[in-house]
């Protein structure tokens, strides 16, 4: 019989969403996120191949700063701070609702353009979802730093020995 004790993932969940919420959020810097149409160049630059990640979070910010336009960008802070509450520790719902803020914000923006999304945009949200479950976790576990999972993880291990040997 397999128990919490033989599985690192199991102990660990925390870490590993975290872990690939982070690789998500960058991976999608580097892929293509919107094919963009000509009716929609930035300031009259062309893009052949589409708009890869790090292109987008430029143009986003710049667009947000400069025309009060784009605050879907503001979904990239929102998931940072979401990241840096779950290495604090936080035991709250504080990063939940954060990473579900910054996973729904996007779809304000989805519904407004008719641009065909690419692989990158649909990374990033990912990204978003993985610190959701991850939130969503440390909630339910009531504890979020990984010592503190392997500490639960024994402890309901132990319970159910006790409680089985009984």
């Not at 143009?59 to 400069?66: D, K």
């Not at 990239?76 to 990473?99: D, Q």
């Not at 999304?117 to 979020?144: E, N, P």
Request: one cysteine or more; hydrophobic letters at 50%.
């Amino acid at each position: 019989m397999i128990t919490d004790d033989d599985l690192f993932i199991r102990k660990d969940l925390v870490s590993w969403l975290v872990t690939a919420s982070l690789f998500a959020y960058v991976a999608s810097f580097v892929m293509p996120v919107v094919d963009v149409r000509p009716s929609l160049l930035f300031r009259g630059r062309e893009y052949p191949h589409g708009i890869i990640g790090v292109e987008a979070f430029v143009i986003a910010f710049w667009a947000m700063v400069s025309d009060g336009d784009s605050f879907v960008w503001l979904a990239n802070p929102t998931y940072w701070f979401a990241i840096v509450l779950l290495f604090r520790g936080s035991v709250s719902f504080w990063p939940l609702t954060l990473s579900v803020i910054a996973l729904l914000s996007p779809f304000l923006m989805v519904h407004s353009m008719n641009e065909t999304w690419l692989l990158g945009y649909y990374t990033w949200l990912l990204s978003f979802g993985f610190s959701a479950a991850a939130s969503l976790i440390v909630l339910w576990r009531g504890c979020s730093t990984p010592e503190q999972n392997i500490a639960a993880s024994n402890e309901r291990s132990t319970k159910k020995q006790s409680q089985a040997e009984d």
